[in-house]
């Protein structure tokens, strides 16, 4: 089983994407989940993170920008990311928290204009 990320895209410096990684079963409601991202020539990092009980993390350079969330009905965790910066260009990835590695999927990318 593979975490699938998905909504990335091109959008303006100040714009907004809402990515969406989906899975079955009880991935989301066991585990604690995480948003990453990779930029070319960098270390992985994490972005967010949600517990099952619904506490969260956000890494310094995204606070009060990013929002982690999940949807049960759905199966999935999203990430709501409003005020887009041109550092924030890179492939994101869902995976539990701490990652495994089986669970990588291809990611989903981001792009953000100046």
């Known amino acids: 089983v593979q975490l699938q990320a998905s909504g990335g895209g091109l959008v303006q410096a100040g714009g907004s994407l809402r990515l969406s990684c989906a899975a079955s079963?009880?991935?989301?409601?066991?585990?604690?989940m995480g948003w990453y991202r990779q930029a070319p020539g960098k270390r992985r990092e994490v972005v967010a993170t949600l517990t099952p009980g619904g506490a969260t993390y956000y890494a310094d350079s995204v606070k009060g920008r990013f929002t982690i969330s999940r949807d049960n009905a759905k199966n999935t965790v999203n990430l709501q990311m409003n005020s887009l910066k041109p550092e924030d260009t890179t492939v994101y990835y869902c995976?539990?928290?701490?990652?495994?590695?089986?669970?990588w999927g291809q990611g989903t990318q981001v792009t953000v204009s100046s």
């Open positions: 995976n539990v928290v701490p990652a495994q590695r089986r669970l």
């Open positions: 079963g009880n991935i989301f409601r066991i585990n604690e």
